[in-house]
């Protein structure tokens, strides 16, 4: 009886352990489009919570699904391609603070993530420096703008 019992306490151990939150689970706030994210960065500088739970750095898990670092990661991408020509159509408007806020939280979701974000980060930086005017630099407004939003995102994002 012993010999058929021990196998079965490993099988149900092994069930329980993949049952459980690993901290792996991308939040389903971040899996729904670009919209809840610049939703959520019009409260930027202040705290910016996805459905009004989720921080945006809670996006980027650790050991994440590569099916869920690609949606999250395009609904970034396009929130930021989206602000960034607010940006430059508008440079002292409050969309670079925003589009700052949304890379200093991706950046701050990467740190322990064993760069598995690398190519998310190149990607969401060029979607940030994007220039139609062949990279000439952003103005002052922007700059000191979208930085104000970086040191924002990368504290509390």
């Known amino acids: 009886m012993r010999s058929t019992w021990i196998p079965a306490l490993v099988v149900v151990s092994a069930l329980a352990a993949g049952c459980g939150g690993s901290g ?5 706030a971040c899996l729904e489009g670009a919209r809840p994210y610049l939703n959520a960065l019009a409260d930027a500088p202040r705290d ?4 009004g739970e989720t921080a945006i750095s809670d996006c980027l898990a650790e050991n994440q699904q ?7 990661g395009a609904a970034m991408i396009e929130a930021a391609t ?3 020509a607010e940006a430059r ?3 002292g408007s409050s969309a ?3 589009l700052g806020y949304l890379l200093g939280a991706a950046n701050r ?3 322990q993530t064993e760069g598995i974000h690398a190519d998310l980060l190149r990607r969401l930086d060029a ?9 000439r630099p952003a103005s002052a407004a922007f700059q000191a703008a979208y930085e104000r939003g970086y040191a924002a995102g990368r504290d509390h994002g």
């Open 48 to 51: 910016v919570l996805l459905r």
């Open 109 to 111: 979701g990467a740190e």
């Open 82 to 84: 989206r602000l960034n």
């Open 96 to 98: 670079a603070l925003r």
């Open 127 to 135: 979607a940030v420096r994007y220039s139609p005017t062949g990279g």
């Open 89 to 91: 159509q508008a440079p």
């Open 24 to 28: 792996d689970d991308t939040p389903v």
């Open 66 to 72: 590569g099916g869920d670092l690609a949606t999250a």
